[in-house]
Structures are given as C-alpha cells and as structure tokens.
C-alpha cells in the first residue's frame, strides 16, 4: 500500500477540466503534508499532450491510459481499467471532482474496490496516521460533518467544484507512466452512438468575478429582476440564498452556499441575506 494521493482528471475532448486542476492542487498540498506523492490518472484516447500540463499544475507522477475503446466517456470503461490500475499501485487516497462524470464514475469504483466513499467534500485534510480528514455538508446543510475511514484503502471522495484552489502553471518536472489497458469491446455494456449538445443557459457562478445575491429580504421574486440588471451592468451573474431558491423565486442554479454552489469571486454583494453559516460557506474567499 502506497501513501500517494490520486486525483481522477477528467478530460472531455482532449480538455482537462478546470475542478480536476482544482483538486490536483489539492492532492499536491495534502501529498506534501503526508510525505507522499500527488497523482494523476488520465483516460481517454490520443490525450497524451495533457500530461504535461497536469504536471505543470502539480502532479508528481501522471498514469496515462489510452485506447480507442476509451476515447468517449462510458462508466464501465473507465471504471475497469481504473480499478485495476488501482489495485495494481494501491493508493492511499483518491479523489474526483463532483462533476456529472466524478459523480456516475467514483461510486462504481468505490464499489468495486469494496472501499467507502465520502461524497461531495467541502474541505479535505490529513492526519498523522495518514487518514483523509473529509468534511461534508449533513443533514440537509444544516451542519457539517467531519468523516474519516481509518480501515479501509484507498479513502475516496467526490469534492464540489469551486472549492479548493489550483497551482499556479509552472514548468515542473515529474514522471509519466504509460499503461497499456487490459479492456475489449465485451467490458463496455453501451455502445455510444452519438453525442448531442444541447445549448445550455447554465449559470456559471463559480467562474464569475462579480456576484449580485439576493435572499428573503428581497420579498419576492420581483426583486431578483433589480438584481439582473445591476449584475449585468458590472458584468456578473446573480446568485441566491437556500431560503430564496426553496421561495420558488430563482431557480436551484443561482444557489449559493453548503447546498449549493461554492464561489470564489473578487466581488461579492448580498442583497437580503442574512448571513447564516450556510450560505457563508458558499464564498470561499469573501465572506
């Protein structure tokens, strides 16, 4: 059993995802507290130029996986040639990020590696003894949960994008390891036949720079149309309290906080929130 930290970095056509960065800066502060090594395991197909660039944002060593069969997501895929890389290197921990692919992937593997999984994680830590510290929102947000497995390896969990913080990109030096997977077209149950994208209007807090919130103190759902308007006068997105959302106000997207999204912008304005500690929560830099 090693004590390295391996983080899933997700790629959707031959580009890395930002909440994968996210996390390997992540899992390159708690290797550096542990004495071990950041990892990074990399699926798909002709993806070999992402190695470096996981190396520049921290990895120390990047298991780079590579098959036909592998160029379209699928979870049975994915998750056979993932299993037994894990079980061949045996980490101390791995990570996902708690994207729509982390979220379908990291369960299947937990499973199948017969190991725990703490889902959609806030914060991380690591003890002494080398256990993953995971702390969660619980019971509907309301408080949060610190949970460690000590007996069981590897430690697994999904961890809320916007949450933690990337490295820098620099020139760093690590170590590249090719797999040869061990996979036929008799593992993957689905064939993939096509991939439509839809057109989202998907608000993308965690990636604003300025945020205009709005509460119960708004009185209605009138109030968030003021919101709009000053958010897109300073070239933001609006967001909202639980309480807000849960009112049939603004829709689920919008929301903020330990329920919510995470956010990290340089200017935050509260308009009509209270300011409890879930929602707080949900602005890591600011509030």
Request: glycine letters at 10%; hydrophobic letters at 40%.
């Amino acid at each position: 059993m090693s004590k390295d930290i391996w983080i899933f970095a997700e790629q959707r056509n031959g580009i890395l995802m930002n909440s994968s960065l996210e996390i390997l800066g992540e899992a390159k502060r708690l290797a550096e507290k542990s004495g071990s090594k950041a990892c990074a395991v990399l699926i798909g197909n002709n993806v070999s130029q992402l190695s470096q660039e996981l190396i520049n944002h921290g990895a120390d060593i990047v298991y780079l996986i590579q098959d036909p069969l592998l160029e379209k997501y699928s979870t049975d895929g994915y998750s056979k040639v993932f299993v037994d890389l894990a079980k061949e290197y045996q980490p101390n921990v791995i990570l996902f990020s708690a994207t729509h692919i982390g979220r379908d992937l990291a369960p299947k593997i937990a499973s199948q590696l017969h190991t725990g999984l703490t889902a959609d994680c806030t914060k991380l830590d690591i003890d002494e003894e080398g256990n993953l510290l995971q702390t969660r929102p619980a019971f509907g947000g309301n408080i949060l949960a610190t949970i460690k497995c000590p007996e069981k390896r590897p430690q697994m969990a999904t961890v809320r994008p916007g949450v933690m913080q990337k490295l820098p990109k620099e020139e760093r030096k690590g170590e590249i390891i090719e797999i040869k997977p061990k996979i036929s077209k008799e593992d993957i149950r689905i064939e993939i036949v096509d991939v439509v994208k839809e057109i989202a209007n998907a608000v993308k807090l965690e990636e604003a720079e300025v945020i205009v919130s709005g509460g119960r103190g708004l009185g209605g759902p009138e109030g968030f149309k003021l919101l709009e308007k000053l958010a897109k006068l300073l070239g933001g997105c609006v967001g909202a309290s639980r309480a807000a959302v849960e009112a049939g106000w603004i829709s689920y997207d919008h929301q903020i906080g330990q329920t919510g999204k995470t956010v990290r912008p340089k200017v935050y304005i509260a308009c009509g929130i209270s300011g409890a500690l879930q929602h707080v929560a949900g602005d890591s830099v600011n509030l």
